[in-house]
C-alpha cells in the first residue's frame, strides 16, 4: 500500500538549532518526491521536488535529500520564520499522497 | 507559480445547507484538483476538475456530496451539499502549472465550520 509516513509530529527548536525532519515512505513507481511548507491559515507552498536517490536540493537554510525510501528536511540554523508545518508527499504512478506533516517552531 | 484565489476563505454554516466554494487561477490550467484538510490529517484529495467533462471523484467522495464545476480553464467550483459536523474541514483547490513536474500549487484554503 502507497504510504507516507513523517516524523516528528512535532518539533521545537531554539533559534540556531540544527535538525532534520524524517520522512518515510513506499510508493509504486515514485515519480517525485516533494517538500511543502504550510503556515497557519494558508494553503501549502512549495519547496522542493526529488526526482531519485541521491539527490539534492537546498534552498536558503534547508536541504532536502532523498534516499529510496525516505527523505529528510535538514534545516541549519533555523529562524524563528521558518515556524511552520512542513509536508512531504509523494507522487507514484497511481497516487500523489501527502504526509500529515512536521509542525516546527523556532524559538527565538 | 501562480495566483490561485479561493472564496469564502472561511464560513460557519448551519447543519443541512450547502456552501459552493470557489476557485480562480491566474492563467490556464489543464487539471485542477480540490483537497479536504482536516485536523491533524494529511490531505486527501476529493477530485480532479476537467474542463468539460465530468470530475473525477477519489474514493469515499460522490458527486451528490460534492458536486464540482469546471467551465473554463481558470475556474472552478466545489459545493459541499447537505453539510454536517463531520464536514468541519479546510477545502484547498490546488493546480499543476506543468503536469510533467508533479509541483503543486495550492490556493489559501476555505476553512469550514459546521453547526
Known amino acids: 500500500e502507497d504510504q507516507v509516513t513523517q516524523s516528528p509530529e512535532a518539533l521545537r527548536l531554539q533559534e540556531g538549532e540544527s535538525s532534520s525532519l524524517n520522512c518515510s515512505y513506499t510508493?509504486?513507481?515514485?515519480?517525485?518526491l516533494f517538500w511543502y511548507r504550510q503556515d497557519p491559515g494558508k494553503g501549502p507552498e512549495f519547496l522542493f521536488t526529488?526526482?531519485?536517490a541521491g539527490e539534492e536540493k537546498e534552498k536558503e537554510r534547508l536541504k532536502a535529500t532523498l534516499t529510496k525510501k525516505e527523505s529528510f528536511l535538514h534545516i541549519t540554523a533555523p529562524k524563528p520564520e521558518d515556524s511552520a508545518t512542513y509536508l512531504c508527499?509523494?507522487?507514484?504512478?497511481?497516487?500523489?499522497?501527502f504526509g500529515t506533516g512536521t509542525r516546527l517552531k523556532v524559538l527565538a | 507559480s501562480a495566483v490561485i484565489s479561493q472564496k469564502p476563505s472561511r464560513d460557519i454554516c448551519q447543519r443541512g445547507t450547502s456552501l459552493t466554494i470557489q476557485c480562480q487561477v491566474d492563467?490556464?490550467?489543464?487539471?485542477m484538483f480540490w483537497y479536504r484538510q482536516q485536523p491533524g490529517q494529511s490531505l486527501t484529495l476529493i477530485a480532479t476538475a476537467n474542463q468539460g467533462s465530468e470530475a473525477t471523484y477519489e474514493s469515499g467522495f460522490v458527486i451528490d456530496k460534492f458536486p464540482i464545476s469546471r467551465p473554463n480553464l481558470t475556474f472552478s467550483t466545489l459545493t459541499v451539499s447537505n453539510m454536517s459536523p463531520e464536514d468541519s474541514s479546510i477545502y484547498l483547490c490546488?493546480?499543476?502549472?506543468?503536469?510533467?513536474?508533479?509541483?503543486?500549487?495550492f490556493g489559501e484554503g476555505s476553512r469550514l465550520t459546521v453547526l
Open positions: 526529488l526526482y531519485s
Open positions: 508527499a509523494v507522487q507514484g504512478t497511481y497516487k500523489y499522497i
Open positions: 490546488s493546480v499543476f502549472l506543468d503536469p510533467n513536474t508533479g509541483e503543486l500549487f
Open positions: 492563467s490556464q490550467v489543464t487539471m
Open positions: 510508493v509504486s513507481g515514485l515519480r517525485g
